[in-house]
């Protein structure tokens, strides 16, 4: 008889989609990660607007993380325009950028991930028993919200963002006062992180190429070439002769693998396993303080990596803030003018690629847009292919427990991707012999 195992809703997820699982007797036949939210076509909205207003279309593409979209978009626009903002510039679009990550990880982090591994449905189920940890989780995505509401105008799609830098720069003493918020941050983190590690990880893994960015000076975000654990190492507007997306039958979220047809992984994994020597020192020191060093191919692991970029982003944001001064203007100028140009940054799941085609006049003729989530949805398929004979073996809740949770290894954003989960597991008998 055949098997099915449900769940109508993937909690924990941003987003709506489904899994099924056939057997062919006791061996996997096949795994489709359905997603099935509308398609949102921003790439066609993006046609015929301004370039100015690219950043801001874009950051509604995802809540939890819209400077991600933002500062691909204007690497891109500024690649298309010849433009390259000054250095205090970018040292802010780092700092920004930190404060998403610092948000989005600490909610993935302490509210959706870790009650996967304690047993509890939820985080305000969690809180119960471990009142303390959940609040340092709260107080710590409060610091990296304060960044983006310092420095974006406001904590969901900032603002301030504009194609060439910013349309006003803070005082120093409206960054200087979230220092303290920031060190208090950087204690929690470290606080949490044994117990965190304390964790007891499913024993899983697989032979997986890493994707990231590298610069070789600094823990990646803004900038950087595109290389791989397996030896790629091309320039950002290279990307497309090396990744194409395909459409698959069962999802409107494209699946983006190699040219030669492979599975890639991209986020934190990635960026550890390619720029641990990158990290700043102290937050190196607290992954060597839990045994966590590269390569760390466990994707259940990716929790403990998370929490270390955490404490790497607060360090971070610390040291801009210090060598912060005031600027004007905000922002280079951009005069419009034809042309193409890529972007690629480091969004908190993985790497994020924009390019945009413009005329004369700085009309937006195409754009493309490639998610992580799109990029790493193969690779959660071959995750669940690998899980799917222990999968088999156990009970229903059980097996929809696992799942779930290799899932949100990926912290997906299938909003972002198109857009999980229902499970189901089907049974073909087996073939006579």
């Known amino acids: 008889m055949a098997k099915t195992i449900k769940v109508d809703y993937l909690s924990r997820v941003e987003g709506e989609g489904g899994l099924t699982i056939r057997f062919r007797g006791d061996r996997p036949s096949a795994v489709e990660l359905r997603i099935f939210e509308p398609p949102r076509f921003f790439e066609a909205f993006l046609r015929g607007r301004a370039y100015l207003e690219a950043p801001d279309i874009t950051a509604r593409i995802c809540g939890i993380c819209p400077v991600a979209y933002q500062m691909s978009a204007c690497r891109a626009l500024e690649a298309a325009l010849g433009t390259v903002p000054p250095a205090p510039v970018r040292s802010l679009r780092r700092l920004l950028y930190c404060g998403e990550w610092i948000e989005s990880h600490a909610l993935h982090v302490f509210l959706l991930h870790a009650p996967d591994f304690l047993g509890f449905d939820d985080a305000l189920t969690m809180a119960k028993h471990h009142r303390d940890v959940v609040a340092r989780g709260l107080s710590i995505k409060k610091a990296g919200n304060a960044i983006l509401r310092a420095l974006g105008g406001r904590e969901i799609h900032p603002i301030n963002v504009r194609v060439g830098g910013f349309y006003a720069t803070p005082p120093r003493a409206a960054l200087e006062a979230l220092v303290p918020q920031l060190e208090a941050a950087q204690r929690d983190i470290a606080a949490a992180l044994p117990w965190l590690a304390s964790f007891d990880f499913p024993d899983f893994s697989r032979d997986y190429e890493f994707v990231a960015l590298r610069n070789g000076f600094e823990y ?8 791989s654990s397996r030896g790629l190492d091309i320039a950002v507007a290279d990307y497309g002769s090396h990744f194409v997306e395909q459409q698959v039958s069962y999802s409107t979220a494209l699946h983006s693998v190699t040219r030669t047809g492979g599975a890639y992984v991209c986020g934190p994994l990635a960026r550890f396993n390619l720029n641990f020597d990158q990290l700043r020192p102290g937050a190196r020191s607290l992954a060597e303080s839990i045994g966590l060093l590269p390569p760390v191919i466990n994707p259940f692991k990716g929790l403990l990596v998370r929490a270390i970029e955490i404490a790497h982003a607060l360090e971070e944001a610390v040291a801009l803030i210090g060598a912060y001064s005031p600027f004007d203007p905000a922002f280079a100028d951009t005069p419009p003018r034809a042309g193409v140009g890529h972007g690629c940054t480091e969004a908190p799941r993985g790497i994020l690629y924009h390019r945009y085609e413009l005329d004369d006049a700085g009309s937006i ?5 490639v998610p992580p989530t799109s990029q790493n949805m193969k690779s959660i398929e071959l995750d669940l292919f690998e899980l799917a004979p222990e999968l088999a073996k156990r009970g229903h809740a059980e097996a929809t427990w696992r799942a779930e949770q290799a899932v949100r ?15 189901a597991i089907e049974r073909e008998p087996k073939e006579s012999s």
């Open 220 to 227: 990646p975000l803004c900038e950087g070439r595109i290389v």
């Open 365 to 369: 003729l195409d754009a493309k847009i």
């Open 409 to 423: 290894n990926y912290d997906p954003c299938i909003s972002c991707s198109t857009h999980f989960l229902e499970l």
